[in-house]
């Protein structure tokens, strides 16, 4: 059974940075575009970022137009693992972040809702107070 397991999230002062983190167990997601979405209270469910994974992509990322320049995707394939680095952030980026993956493109990554997706985690909670 596959499992992704977010870590990383807190609490943290505006500007300040965190690095979340997503492990998958039970298989490996080397063909699955794997990424982050995030939910705050109130608001529908926002796609932040994915590692396209499907076989004949080089891996490219994507980023919601909003996050580019603050926040960086990576994946390391040898850990199973995948890594949000958020910086500079802002009271607006406060929200539970989820782990995803499915078997899809990048752009259909960004439209499913977080029970359409093939696996998805627990979430982890980003708070930016000060």
């Known amino acids: 059974q596959v499992q992704l397991v977010e870590s990383g999230g807190g609490l943290v002062q505006p500007g300040g940075s965190l690095r979340l983190s997503c492990a998958a167990s039970?298989?490996?997601?080397?063909?699955?575009?794997i990424g982050w979405f995030r939910q705050a209270p109130g608001k529908e469910r926002e796609a932040v970022s994915c590692?396209?994974?499907?076989?004949?992509?080089?891996?490219?990322?994507y980023y919601a137009d909003s996050l580019k320049g603050r926040f960086t995707i990576s994946r390391d394939k040898a850990k199973n693992t995948v890594y949000l680095q958020m910086n500079s952030l802002k009271p607006e980026d406060t929200a539970v972040y989820y782990c995803?993956?499915?078997?899809?493109?990048?752009?259909?990554?960004?439209?499913?809702?977080?029970?359409?997706?093939?696996?998805y985690g627990q979430g982890t909670q980003v708070t930016v107070s000060s």
């Open positions: 590692i396209e994974g499907i076989e004949g992509s080089d891996g490219s990322t």
């Open positions: 039970g298989a490996t997601l080397d063909d699955y575009t």
């Open positions: 995803a993956a499915d078997l899809s493109s990048w752009y259909k990554f960004f439209l499913l809702d977080r029970d359409e997706f093939d696996y």
